[in-house]
């Protein structure tokens, strides 16, 4: 039992550190799985589905903007990486990480791979999994905040987020830690 995990939302300026740990089932391989920045929204969508189905295990952390501003984004990610792997309803016998660190204390064996989500199923699963509740979790704030655009930008600093961040100030869900966000705070 290996568990893959991927984080999504590290550069973005507002919203959570999205974490998931995703163990597959050997017997049921999922065809199509990759790196879920090469696939397009709704394939993302299907393949989240049937990895919810198929997959042996699979458990999503989010950490909200306050918590990634407490510790910064390094350490959030760490802790929701280490999160998703301990709710875990199976316990793996290793863990693979997208990247170049294993998040300390993470009590498993485990082995960092340099883009993993290209290279390992597991991992590609995770990463598809953490992509789509964060999809989803901007599309909820746009309802909430709609002059934002984060519908298109998912909160990423584009051209658009900055302006509309200068007209219209920071929503609470934005990251006050962040330099443009840290910024505008100070005027």
């Given at each position: 039992?290996?568990?893959?995990?991927?984080?999504?939302?590290?550069?973005?300026?507002?919203g959570p550190v999205v974490a998931a740990a995703v163990i597959l089932n050997p017997a049921r391989p999922i065809q199509g799985l990759a790196d879920s920045k090469v696939l397009s929204a709704s394939r993302r969508d299907a393949?989240?589905?049937?990895?919810?189905?198929?997959?042996?295990?699979?458990?999503?952390?989010?950490?909200?903007?306050?918590?990634?501003?407490?510790?910064?984004?390094?350490?959030?990610?760490?802790?929701?990486?280490?999160q998703a792997v301990a709710g875990l309803s199976v316990i793996p016998s290793r863990v693979l990480i997208d990247g170049n660190?294993?998040?300390?204390?993470?009590?498993?064996?485990?082995?960092?791979?340099?883009?993993?989500?290209?290279?390992?199923?597991?991992?590609?699963?995770?990463?598809?999994?953490?992509?789509?509740?964060?999809?989803?979790?901007?599309?909820?704030?746009?309802?909430?905040?709609?002059?934002?655009?984060?519908?298109?930008?998912?909160?990423?600093?584009?051209?658009?987020?900055?302006?509309?961040?200068?007209?219209?100030?920071?929503?609470?869900?934005?990251?006050?830690?962040?330099?443009?966000?840290?910024?505008?705070?100070?005027?």
């Amino acid at each position: 039992m290996i568990a893959g995990v991927d984080e999504v939302g590290r550069g973005p300026l507002l919203g959570p550190v999205v974490a998931a740990a995703v163990i597959l089932n050997p017997a049921r391989p999922i065809q199509g799985l990759a790196d879920s920045k090469v696939l397009s929204a709704s394939r993302r969508d299907a393949l989240a589905q049937t990895i919810y189905a198929e997959a042996e295990a699979v458990m999503v952390v989010a950490l909200d903007a306050a918590t990634v501003d407490r510790l910064n984004i390094l350490q959030a990610t760490f802790e929701a990486m280490r999160q998703a792997v301990a709710g875990l309803s199976v316990i793996p016998s290793r863990v693979l990480i997208d990247g170049n660190r294993v998040p300390p204390g993470l009590g498993l064996p485990a082995e960092a791979v340099v883009k993993g989500d290209q290279k390992r199923a597991s991992i590609s699963a995770a990463s598809i999994v953490a992509k789509v509740y964060r999809d989803r979790w901007c599309l909820a704030y746009h309802a909430k905040f709609p002059g934002y655009g984060f519908d298109r930008h998912k909160g990423y600093p584009t051209a658009e987020h900055l302006a509309c961040l200068r007209a219209l100030g920071p929503t609470p869900e934005h990251r006050r830690s962040f330099k443009p966000v840290a910024q505008l705070q100070l005027l």
